[in-house]
């Protein structure tokens, strides 16, 4: 089971619609399963975006301070499949990986963010689990857009705290639209 804060949830999804139909990705890092830093990462397939995300040795590189910085264990790669389901390929598991995360944008605006344990040749489906995070932001489920959670009313934060038990007890969460967004690949986030 994986725990992850709805700003950086929102993070990548954000990400995940500002780069469709191309795929993009990153790294996750935390302690104890709760993902604790997202760093995107631009996607350096020059022929076919579409359809693979990697990453140079200089994304590893950038990784690997990312995370020793901020004091955060590696916990494994994201990435989107912009026309696909959230399951991992052939390709994906050729890495070798523990654990991979994939966000399948099939119907793109109610994305599936999975994560998968790889254990001896077979793939397990972990839980993912959004918690709350009111120093960020919140989404309007008027407008569907992200908003500061100071000016956000009891009404939307109630929401979001049921969204986030639907999670809890195993509902498919509706997810709110987002509209595709500017993304500024050298930003990231991080609680550490
Ligand atoms: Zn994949």
Redesign the pocket.
Known sequence: MFIITERQYNIIMQQAQACYPQ?TGGILGGRDNTILGVLPIPNKHLYDRTET?ALTPEDIETAYHFLVKHNLEYLGVY?T?PRGTPY??A??LSHNQKYLF?IGLQDRYNPEFFAWRAEQGKIYSENIKIMSDYGATVIDIHTGQPKLSQSASQQQLDRLADMIDEIITGHQPQYPKLDATHWDSSSFSTFA
């Open positions: 795929e995300f990435h499949h991992p390929s390709q994906d994939i």
